[in-house]
T-cell receptor, first 118, second 116 residues
Framework: KAGVTQTPRYLIKTRGQQVTLSCSPI?????VSWYQQTPGQGLQFLFE???????NKGNFPGRFSGRQFSNSRSEMNVSTLELGDSALYLC?????????????????FGPGTRLTVL | AQKITQTQPGMFVQEKEAVTLDCTYD???????LFWYKQPSSGEMIFLIY??????QNATEGRYSLNFQKARKSANLVISASQLGDSAMYFC?????????????FGGGTRLMVKP
């Protein structure tokens, strides 16, 4: 079974631009979560999508948004890029995510998209 | 207060020896899961092992085992017979089922370096 895929793997943008990142979950997984990883703040949760609905959101400004399609693929968008948005953006998929009452609904991560904002 | 604390920023271990990576956590949710992930320099987070708060036995997966001490709120990862390929960042993470949905809260990580 194929793992989580993310495109593109690398991006270079300038301040003020916007960017869209894509994530394809493991087949059969319905939940997709996004995380931002930076040297200063570590790994931080952005949001989770399940059945095309945002179920949970981390503490990020409204410039960060996302969506999920009917095939569970997800995109996240960052508008008006700032230097501080430079990070590794990781996508993770799980079977049911927040809909599962089981603590062990494991999240499997993709290789990440490394975004550099100049 | 930090929800997940990893007190060892970096560690060295000799190849073929065992190593323990520490993780302590803080939650009021009675239903939670603890996860360990490995992140090589390539960046991908690789799932290693999971322990549920209601699990009576410590989890094991091949060379990985989790030393779960619920009363002390610790979930240390033990890697037996270290290999050069084990050199990576290791993250402990927690999912609080009732308090935080599917969100994983991560510790700051431990960089493990295996010496030949």
């Amino acid at each position: 079974k194929a793992g989580v895929t993310q495109t593109p793997r690398y991006l270079i943008k300038t301040r003020g631009q916007q960017v869209t990142l894509s994530c394809s979950p493991i087949s059969g997984h319905r939940s997709v979560s996004w995380y931002q990883q930076t040297p200063g703040q570590g790994l931080q949760f952005l949001f989770e999508y399940f059945s095309e609905t945002q179920r949970n959101k981390g503490n990020f400004p409204g410039r960060f948004s996302g969506r999920q399609f009917s095939n569970s693929r997800s995109e996240m968008n960052v508008s008006t890029l700032e230097l501080g948005d430079s990070a590794l953006y990781l996508c993770a998929s799980s079977l049911e995510g927040v809909a599962s009452g089981r603590s062990g609904d494991t999240q499997y991560f993709g290789p990440g998209t490394r975004l550099t904002v100049l | 207060a930090q929800k997940i604390t990893q007190t060892q920023p970096g560690m060295f271990v000799q190849e073929k020896e065992a190593v323990t990576l520490d993780c302590t956590y803080d939650t009021s949710d009675p239903s939670y899961g603890l996860f360990w992930y490995k992140q090589p320099s390539s960046g991908e987070m690789i799932f290693l092992i999971y322990q549920g708060s209601y699990d009576q036995q410590n989890a094991t997966e091949g060379r990985y085992s989790l030393n779960f001490q619920k009363a002390r709120k610790s979930a240390n990862l033990v890697i037996s017979a270290s290999q050069l390929g084990d050199s990576a960042m290791y993250f402990c993470a927690m999912r609080e089922v009732n308090n935080a949905g599917n969100m994983l809260t991560f510790g700051g990580g431990t960089r493990l370096m295996v010496k030949p």
